[in-house]
């Protein structure tokens, strides 16, 4: 089944324990992205990668860190993170090129807890 | 300014009638595509349809209908004969660029929906 899956989907932490949120998709895509909703300000894009080893700031990618070092791979670090990063983490992917180029396909959501 | 501007927070309709989400956006490029999603309650992000700023016809899938109006920057999702389900965030979104390759999505704020029977 084609999908973009996430783990953990529920994470609580504490201020400052570095945590990885990793992101999985299995259709070859090229691009992927890390979103962050919060409840008023819609999804916000965290940070983006066109490709394998390229990556891009989206609006909001102060406190992440992510990486790209494979194409199916596209993980989000939170280096210490603060309660001003709790919130619904998305990942999405997209072909660039052919019938979807157009739709983003997104995973089911991690929603993390900085305590 | 704002690239999409979702101006209804919220908006109570009753099962089987039709409703209106707003949409406007702001680009001064050509080539655009809009797009809207849905957000169920167990919180997935659902495409629900697309239009691109070339097409000549307003998008319709199944019950949903994109109401396109270029000159007004306005791309307005229409639902047809609400149902239970449909209850959920709607979020607008909209890709710049087209014609210069692969961009990113800039989303609204979004627009709860609850269908009441």
């Known amino acids: 089944e084609a999908q973009v899956t996430q783990n953990p989907r529920y994470l609580i932490t504490v201020t400052g324990k570095k945590l990885t949120v990793t992101c999985s998709q299995n259709m070859n895509h090229e691009y992927m992205s890390w979103y962050r909703q919060d409840p008023g300000l819609g999804l916000r894009q965290i940070y983006y990668?066109?490709?394998?080893?390229?990556?891009d700031k989206g609006d909001v990618p102060e406190g992440y860190k992510v990486s790209r070092k494979e194409k199916r791979n596209f993980p989000l670090i939170l280096e210490s993170p603060s309660p001003n990063q709790t919130s619904l983490y998305f990942c999405?992917?997209?072909?660039?090129?052919?019938?979807?180029?157009?739709?983003?396909?997104f995973g089911p959501g991690t929603r993390l807890t900085v305590l | 300014a704002q690239k999409i501007t979702q101006t209804q927070p919220g908006m109570f309709v009753q099962e089987k009638e039709a409703v209106t989400l707003d949409c406007t956006y702001d680009?001064?490029?050509?080539?655009?595509?809009l797009f809207w999603y849905k957000q169920p309650s167990s919180g997935e992000m659902i495409f629900l349809i697309y239009?691109?700023?070339?097409?000549?016809q307003n998008a319709t899938e199944g019950r949903y209908s994109l109401n396109f109006q270029k000159a007004r920057k306005s791309a307005n999702l229409v639902i047809s004969a609400s149902q239970l389900g449909d209850s959920a965030m709607y979020f607008c979104a909209m890709r710049e660029g087209l014609d210069s390759g692969y961009s990113t999505l800039t989303f609204g704020k979004g627009t709860m929906l609850l269908v009441s029977p």
């Open positions: 990668s066109m490709n394998v080893e390229v990556t």
């Open positions: 999405a992917s997209s072909p660039t090129s052919g019938v979807h180029y157009n739709e983003q396909f």
């Open positions: 680009t001064s490029d050509p080539s655009y595509g």
């Open positions: 239009q691109g700023s070339y097409d000549q």
